[in-house]
Structure formats: structure tokens, C-alpha cells
């Protein structure tokens, strides 16, 4: 009986402390594994995407400009290294343009820009990654994923955005002055590990640019953001970008991504 | 789908030279451009083939020489019989090498007068009527070309620009009258050009080596006739291009042995020397779309002292090594809407400079307005900028594509 007993507090003991231990994991993740949560979930969803994205640009006129491409996307390993090819449909002047960027984390990406009219294959330096894609809102960071080590990332708080709840990670580049932002806020959706909205603020502190999702949907078990927007608040410039149509795992190969792929686009995927 | 964009342009001349056609300009024209792209759907045994026909026209009301011309820019096939070769047969442009402005490797034909007078950077490039045949493979990919009809660099004849004359010993406009003469169209005659490229980490290396004939009139067959020819050339270079470490930006560096090949001795007064060209560049992109290139490009001419030796009172002065530096300034403003260039050849040898100033504004998806200009600066007049000094001009273009 008293081995029972003791058995008993012995059992109870352990598994309290699992419990706690658990619960406290689950309460209170640190700020830089929500975030690798989120790059993942975003930037390196499944294996391979084929999507077809639309990015309207709006000035404070309120004169627009549309840019319609087909984006083909590969990964090696989740945060690791990946392959993007992009083709231009629209606007008509670059039109049959195409783009290809080997992500390597760690070090400059390979850039390389294929103009049609004269056959040239560009190599691209890419020292700044801040600059703005295809003259839209979005830099080439936003759209390609920033590195996890660039920053130090602090959980806020947890709040609920609409029906969804999140987690608030407050992430600050490690070298202030490097980049025009000295901070980003971000709302990471709890369920899904996506973005629903990002707030980033200039190197005096004062909020400039907000990033919202505005559209998540689930393709092959896998959730998307399918339309997201924008906004540059000294400007009123903004730029909308909807994914028309996504596929994953469809097959995409590593052969794909080289100097023959820009010189010839490959027919099955661009159209 | 078909696109094209129709445009209008004009190009005053600053110092009306009235040694060519025109005395108050260089350029002015409407074009009406069309393209388009076909991808069949089926049959099946074509479509695993994955092919693509592209058809790209011009029509062109040429108010300079009084004309209205339609031009075939781009009209191919292409297919791939294996999953790691492509065909590409007909009219198309041709492109490789690693110099921004400069070609070493690249062969194929250039239109410099439509360079100087203000034309889009597109017209640069002349098509080639040729077979393309690329192999891949996970060793290294390959390109072999087959160009059997001869297309030459549209010369500068003094019609348009005015320019040194080496049979006359002086800058001439439209009294030239030299006359160009191609190789046959034979079997024999076709220009083969071929490359041999893969990566390394992040560096491409290719090899390149070419066989036809040099692009320019390098030859002199008759010069009481003032008859100039094509003389044979073959081609042998490497290049290389990749990112520097810690200093960011990427760097690239070609060579080329250009075998002159009915004067390999280099005592042919009459037909231009071997050379070895080499080429250096660097570009770095720098924050708010700010970029900078810079080349260095040298010229070696081999037999050096047979040139010398041989050279007769009224030859054109040559250095052993003929140097050129360019600069390429880059800024976008307006959310990239509007592009500042700067693009500047400067021969510290030749004591001759091209200034190349431009001004590109997108106003919308569909419209475009340029406006830039062409400035030449040179000690002597045979020197390749310097010849063209009196033929700075000023140009703009307004595009609507669609």
C-alpha cells in the first residue's frame, strides 16, 4: 500500500510537470520559432507551386497598373534553399520577360532577367533586397522571404484579428540602419502560420507601411493567401496582389531552373 | 495573343551637318510594331515537343529616307525533339558574351547606326536568318549555331551619319560611294557559331568559338573601285561572370582571340589584323534603385610590327592596344516609373568619347516617352566616336504599347 502511494505521487508528480510543461509550451512559443513557423508556412508551402498572380498598383491619383505573371516555385529543404522562375504576361512592354532567382539563405541571392527583344540573359546584382519588385509595394524581400537570422523576434502579445487569433511578434533588424524599417509588427495567425498583418515602422519609429491579408484559401489541404494588399501611408500608394489560380507538388524539377528555362519558356507552365 | 506598340520618333541634329541626306536631323519615323506568340495545344505528338512559333513584324514610315518599309524582326519555330535539346529555325535574334554594350564573342550583326541616331536599344540587334540548336545536360548545356545566309552590321554609309572614310582620307556623308561586297550565299559560306557554357557554384563559364566572316567592311579588295569586302574571321574566347565576395555586386570577364584569317601574318596592309580582345566589368546595385556599371575594354592588335612595316602615308594610325572605358549610371524614381540613364565609352587611346544621356519616363502601363541624346568628342576623325562628331543629336520617342 504505501508503494501504491508513492507510486501514485510519483505518477501525479511527472505527469503535472508534462502537463505544465506542455501548456506553457503551447501558451507561450518565443517570438523567433512563431516566425520560422510563419516563413515556412508562407514562403515554403509543400514542396513545389505553380501559381498565376495578378499585382494591381495604385497611386494616390488613383491611376493603376496591372502586372500579370506566372510564378514557378521550387524548394530544396523548408527554409533552405529555393528556386523561383517568374514569367511576365502583362503589361505589354514586358511582356515575354522572364526571371530567375536562386535563393541561397545566407548569402546574396542569383538573379538573372531575360529580355526577348534582344535575347539577352541579364545577371542581376542583388546587394539590395529592399528595392521594389516590378515597381509595386512589395520588395524582393517581401516577396521571397526575408532571412529568420536578419532580425531578433520578440512574442508581444496574443490577440484576436477578426475571427482569427493570433500571435504578435515584434521583429527588429539586428543592424539598425540597414534596412528603411527599424521594426515590423506582425500578426501571425494562430491556425494557419500566415501573415494577416504586418505594420512596419520607418528608423524614427513611426509606422509607414502596413501589409494586410485579406483572403486565405485552402488548395490541397494547404491554406493560401489569396489576396493581400499594401499600403504606403505617406504616399497612399498601394499594390494588391491576388493569386488567381495555385497548384502544389506538380512536379517541378531543379532541371527547370537554369539559362535555358529563361530563353525558352517552358509552353506547359506558362500558360 | 498578339502585342506591339506604335511609336513616333524624332531625332533634330545639335550641329546640322550637311554632309548627309538631311540636314536637320537624324531620325524620324512612325513605327507599327506587331508580335505574336503561338503555343498548339495539339496534336499530341507535337505538343510533347513543346512548341512555340513567333512571328515579330515592324512597319516602318521612314521620313529620313523618304520610305515606307515593312521588316520581318523575329519569324521561328521552335521545338525540343528530346527533353534535353531545342530547335529554334528562322529569323531571330542572337545574343550572348558578357559586355554591356561591348561584344567580344558575339558575332552576330549590329546595327550601330540605328545606336547612334537614337533608335530603341532593341534595334541594336539585327536578326539572323539561322539554326539554333541548344543541348542540355547536368555536365554543361551547349549552343551550336548555323547562319547560312550572311547578315551584315549595318554599315555606316554617310547617308545618315556622317563619318571617316578611309578611302577618301576624310569625314564624308552621302558622297561615299564604297561599295560593300558580301560573300556568296554558298554551302561552304555558312558562319557556324558555337558555345559551351555551364555554372559553377554561382559563376557561369562558357567557351565560345566562331567561323564566318567579320561583321564590318575590314577589307579592302579594290581601293581605286573603292571596293571593300568581308574578310574571313574565326573567333576563339572564353568569358566568365559571378558574384564578387564581401563587396557584393557581380564582376564578369571575357577574351577572344579573333583570327583574321586571309591575313594571318598581318602583312596584308589591306585586311585587318588578328586582335585579342579582352573585357572586365563590374555592377553593383546600391539602395533606392541606384545601379553602376563599369567596363574595361582592351584591344590587342597581334603583328604589330607587320602593321607597322606595312603601313602606308594615309593608312589610318593604330595603337598596339586600343583601350576603352565605359560607365553605366542607373536611377529609377516614381516607383520605378521613370528612369535616368548615363551610359559613357571613353578610349583614354583613342582621345574619343560617346556620351549616351536618357531619360525614360512610363506614364502608364501603355505609354512610354523617352527623350536622350548622342554626343561624340574626339581629338582625331578616324577614330570610332570621334568620326561621328558632327553627328550629335537629340532624340525622343513616344510609344504606346499594347
Keep these: ?271 | 495573343m498578339i502585342h506591339g506598340f506604335a511609336e513616333v520618333a524624332s531625332s533634330p541634329k545639335f550641329l546640322g551637318d550637311e554632309r548627309t541626306d538631311k540636314d536637320e536631323f537624324n531620325l524620324l519615323e512612325e513605327r507599327f510594331q506587331l508580335k505574336a506568340a503561338y503555343r498548339p495545344a495539339k496534336p499530341e505528338w507535337l505538343v510533347s515537343q513543346n512548341p512555340e512559333f513567333f512571328y515579330k513584324g515592324d512597319l516602318l514610315v521612314d521620313e529620313y529616307e523618304e520610305a515606307v518599309r515593312y521588316k520581318i524582326r523575329e519569324a521561328y519555330g521552335l521545338v525540343s525533339p528530346f527533353s534535353w535539346m531545342d530547335v529554334k529555325l528562322g529569323r531571330q535574334i542572337l545574343t550572348w558574351g558578357t559586355g554591356d554594350l561591348l561584344f567580344i564573342n558575339d558575332a552576330f550583326p549590329k546595327n550601330y547606326e540605328s545606336f547612334f541616331i537614337g533608335r530603341d536599344d532593341e534595334y541594336l540587334k539585327v536578326p539572323s536568318d539561322a539554326w539554333k540548336f541548344s543541348f542540355a545536360s547536368h555536365w554543361a548545356s551547349a549552343d551550336l549555331v548555323l547562319i547560312p545566309f550572311f547578315t551584315p552590321d549595318v554599315s555606316i554609309t554617310g547617308d545618315r551619319l556622317s563619318f571617316y572614310d578611309n578611302l577618301l582620307g576624310r569625314l564624308v556623308g552621302e558622297e561615299s560611294d564604297r561599295l560593300l561586297t558580301e560573300p556568296s550565299f554558298q554551302p561552304n559560306n555558312t558562319q557556324i557559331a558555337g558555345r559551351l557554357y555551364r555554372d559553377f557554384g554561382a559563376y557561369e563559364v562558357a567557351a565560345h568559338v566562331f567561323k564566318g566572316y567579320f561583321n564590318q567592311p575590314k577589307g579592302i579588295k579594290n581601293a581605286d573601285a573603292k571596293e571593300l569586302f568581308y574578310p574571313k574571321l574565326a573567333i576563339y574566347g572564353a568569358s566568365i561572370r559571378g558574384p564578387v565576395p564581401f563587396l557584393g555586386g557581380i564582376t564578369s570577364g571575357e577574351v577572344g582571340y579573333l583570327d583574321s584569317l586571309e591575313d594571318r601574318s598581318g602583312k596584308n596592309r589591306l585586311i585587318e589584323n588578328a586582335t585579342v580582345k579582352y573585357l572586365v566589368g563590374y555592377e553593383r546595385d546600391f539602395p533606392k534603385d541606384l545601379r553602376l556599371g563599369v567596363q574595361y575594354f582592351a584591344e590587342q592588335m597581334l603583328d604589330f610590327d607587320e602593321f607597322k612595316i606595312n603601313s602606308q602615308s594615309g593608312d589610318i594610325p593604330r595603337d598596339q592596344f586600343r583601350q576603352l572605358l565605359t560607365l553605366r549610371i542607373t536611377k529609377l524614381f516614381w516607383r520605378q516609373t521613370l528612369e535616368a540613364s548615363f551610359f559613357t565609352f571613353y578610349s583614354p587611346t583613342d582621345s574619343d568619347t560617346h556620351f549616351r544621356p536618357r531619360l525614360t519616363w512610363q506614364t502608364s502601363d501603355h505609354w512610354k516617352f523617352t527623350v536622350g541624346a548622342n554626343i561624340f568628342l574626339g581629338r582625331h576623325d578616324w577614330t570610332e566616336f570621334g568620326q561621328l562628331e558632327d553627328n550629335d543629336n537629340l532624340y525622343m520617342r513616344l510609344r504606346y504599347s499594347f
Design chain 1, 1 to 271: 500500500m504505501k508503494r501504491f502511494w508513492l507510486g501514485l505521487i510519483l505518477f501525479l508528480c511527472f505527469a503535472s510537470s508534462e502537463i505544465v510543461r506542455s501548456v506553457y509550451a503551447q501558451e507561450s512559443p518565443d517570438g523567433k520559432s512563431v516566425m520560422n513557423e510563419m516563413l515556412t508556412a508562407y514562403y515554403y508551402s509543400r514542396q513545389d507551386a505553380k501559381s498565376e498572380v495578378f499585382m494591381r498598383i495604385v497611386n494616390r491619383q488613383g491611376q493603376t497598373r496591372e502586372r500579370r505573371l506566372i510564378l514557378l516555385r521550387l524548394d530544396e529543404t523548408d527554409g533552405g534553399k529555393q528556386s523561383y522562375y517568374i514569367y511576365f504576361h502583362e503589361p505589354p512592354d514586358v511582356q515575354g520577360m522572364s526571371f530567375l532567382v536562386l535563393k541561397h539563405p545566407g548569402r546574396d541571392d542569383d538573379r538573372w532577367l531575360y529580355l526577348p527583344s534582344i535575347d539577352l540573359v541579364k545577371r542581376i546584382a542583388t546587394s539590395d533586397k529592399r528595392t521594389s519588385f516590378a515597381g509595386s509595394d512589395f520588395t524582393y524581400e517581401d516577396v521571397s522571404g526575408r532571412d529568420l537570422d536578419e532580425d531578433d523576434h520578440e512574442l508581444l502579445d496574443e490577440e484576436s484579428l477578426g475571427e482569427r487569433s493570433t500571435f504578435v511578434v515584434k521583429s527588429t533588424p539586428k543592424r539598425f540602419g540597414e534596412v528603411e524599417f527599424s521594426s515590423r509588427k506582425f500578426w501571425i495567425d494562430k491556425a494557419t502560420h500566415l501573415p494577416l498583418k504586418v505594420e512596419h515602422y520607418d528608423l524614427k519609429g513611426m509606422l509607414y507601411k502596413v501589409y494586410e491579408t485579406s483572403a486565405i484559401q485552402t488548395f490541397q489541404d494547404t491554406p493560401t493567401i489569396t489576396k493581400a494588399v499594401m499600403k504606403d501611408l505617406g504616399s497612399g500608394h498601394e499594390t494588391e496582389i491576388t493569386i488567381k489560380t495555385i497548384s502544389y507538388d506538380v512536379g517541378i524539377t531543379s532541371d527547370l531552373f537554369q539559362e535555358r528555362l529563361l530563353r525558352r519558356p517552358p509552353t506547359k507552365w506558362i500558360r
